[in-house]
């Protein structure tokens, strides 16, 4: 059993005592993502929790994550550029420029990158997008 079907069903043992646990829906979406034949599973659990969280931006932000890897890109650009208008936040920064990436807009992916890992060096979406993807094209 690997460590992912471990958290899986750690996840879902939290989840069968408290359905509406926001945290777990979101380990859960998260660690689903990184699974591609589990994609629609990961988009049922984000999206019950986009209906019971308080942090619904960042939420958003996450299902345009999905988005991104199932190829739909104009979507989770759009819904990622307005909320970094809105609101400065290295998560979002991390999506926006992944998706920029995906767009084939590097230099843009870069540019925003570079500003944000500036002013939070050790933010651990920022050092993924740069592990993940910048590395990777090097």
């Not at 308080?54 to 307005?82: E, F, T």
């Not at 609101?87 to 995906?102: D, G, S």
């Not at 500036?118 to 651990?124: G, N, Q, S, T, V």
Request: proline share 3%.
């Amino acid at each position: 059993m690997s460590t992912s079907d471990i958290v899986e069903a750690d996840l879902k043992k939290i989840l069968a005592m408290d359905p509406d646990n926001v945290e777990a829906l979101n380990a859960l979406g998260y660690t689903l993502l990184n699974k591609p034949d589990r994609y629609a599973d990961a988009e049922k659990y984000l999206q019950q929790r986009l209906g019971l969280s308080r942090m619904r931006q960042l939420l958003l932000i996450v299902m345009a994550g999905c988005s991104l890897n199932w190829g739909i890109l104009k979507k989770p650009w759009i819904i990622c550029s307005k909320h970094m208008k809105k609101q400065q936040e290295n998560e979002i920064a991390a999506h926006l420029a992944e998706v920029l990436w995906a767009l084939g807009r590097k230099d843009e992916a870069k540019k925003l990158f570079n500003k944000a890992i500036k002013d939070a060096p050790d933010d651990e979406y920022l050092l993924d997008f740069q592990r993940r993807v910048l590395k990777g094209a090097q």
